[in-house]
């Protein structure tokens, strides 16, 4: 393989992974001059991954680390991750003395991992002391070089930005906090009778022939904090949802898993009165997992993985108080997985074919 084409499989690899290209005429310009340069950030760490064809990549680690309080500053970065990955047409005693020369784990802010890579012969050199596998980079160099079998999995890509916005996570927000207010004014939302007044739900008077009750009992909160955890988790979860898939979708999930988890967590739970989004909103989470799973990517840095954690501990957390509706929270979690798996199918084929139209467009 010549490096050229290693090259450019890395740089695709790399930005379908959430990194960005450093230019010439950039903040990083001076290292781009001796290296192939590729950045992103997450939370107060920001990767930078090198790219070069010999000892140039240690030429551009250096001057990154001499720029190290500059980048700190400038960008508020606690921690700095480098890959410098250097390729040559076999190993050689220069690439055997850059791998030996890693630094332990994390000892320091600014860390650099130095990878080998003789093309052709499908294996990546690294220093024992450091990690085998990091944000997945061991696996896009292989899949760059040719031997990774596909696109590496321990780091999927990020979904592509849509354009939507997310104005009905909004006007929900909206909506719950003028309930909650109105709530609080006309009785309070831990008196009984004012939260029935509102529309929480109570499973006699829906057979009576209540219905509504069913769907406005998820615009119905108990307490401010009942009310800013629901919030946060239907800005975190459904935002990312609507943007990706549109409002109908959304709303589709949302209400479909609000009402089927109400119903079903008001015929076995031992409270009278039952309110709160939780059904829905565990059902937004489910519709993310579906749509991890089935396209192997993150949505904006929410990954199949941590989708399940949310939903294994909010299920643990609501185990702890029986006044928690744990059976809203895993009802509505399957309804909105079962609603996310079709739509995630047909997402992921449609992405499919843009990739493929991508990949004609650029040859």
Not at 117 to 129: A, F, M, S, T
Not at 239 to 267: H, K
Not at 317 to 323: M, T, W
Request: glycine share 12%.
């Amino acid at each position: 393989m010549e490096y050229s084409e290693f090259e450019r499989g890395m740089a695709a690899l790399l930005e379908r992974e959430g990194f960005s290209p450093g230019g010439e005429d950039g903040f990083f310009a001076e290292e781009c001059r001796a290296a192939k340069l590729f950045y992103r950030w997450d939370g107060a760490v920001f990767h930078v991954t090198l790219v070069s064809p010999g000892a140039d990549g240690g030429e551009a680690v250096a001057t990154l680390r001499q720029r190290c309080d500059a980048l700190a500053e400038r960008m508020n970065f606690r921690h700095f991750i480098v890959y410098n990955i250097v390729a040559a047409p076999a190993i050689t005693p220069e690439l055997t003395e850059l791998v030996d020369s890693g630094e332990e784990y994390f000892e320091q802010p600014f860390y650099v991992i130095n990878y080998a890579v003789p093309l052709g012969e499908g294996r990546v050199g690294i220093n024992k002391r450091q990690p085998y596998e990091l944000s997945g980079m061991k696996r896009i160099i292989r899949a760059a070089s040719g031997h990774g079998g596909g696109e590496p999995t321990s780091a999927p890509a990020v979904l592509p930005a849509s354009g939507r916005d997310m104005y009905s996570v909004y006007a929900i927000m909206l909506i719950d906090l003028v309930m909650l207010v109105l709530i609080e004014i006309n009785g309070g939302s831990r008196d009984v009778e004012t939260l029935l007044r509102f529309g929480a739900m109570d499973i006699t008077r829906f057979v009576n022939g209540e219905y509504w009750r069913i769907a406005t009992a998820a615009f119905v909160h108990i307490g401010f904090a009942h009310w800013l955890y629901n919030m946060l988790s239907l800005f975190i979860f459904g935002g990312r949802y609507e943007r990706l898939l549109g409002t109908g979708r959304f709303l589709m999930v949302f209400l479909l898993s609000a009402v089927v988890g109400n119903f079903l967590n008001s015929l076995f739970s031992v409270s009278s009165v039952l309110a709160g989004a939780s059904g829905g909103i565990f059902g937004l989470i489910g519709a993310c997992l579906a749509v991890t799973w089935i396209t192997k990517r993150r949505i904006s840095g929410l990954s199949s993985y941590m989708l399940a954690v949310f939903a294994v501990v909010g299920l643990i957390i609501g185990l702890a108080d029986p006044e928690i509706g744990n059976i809203a929270h895993f009802t509505g979690f399957v309804t909105g997985l079962l609603l996310g798996l079709p739509v995630a199918y047909d997402y992921n084929k449609r992405l499919g074919k843009d990739d493929r139209r991508q990949v004609a467009d650029d040859a």
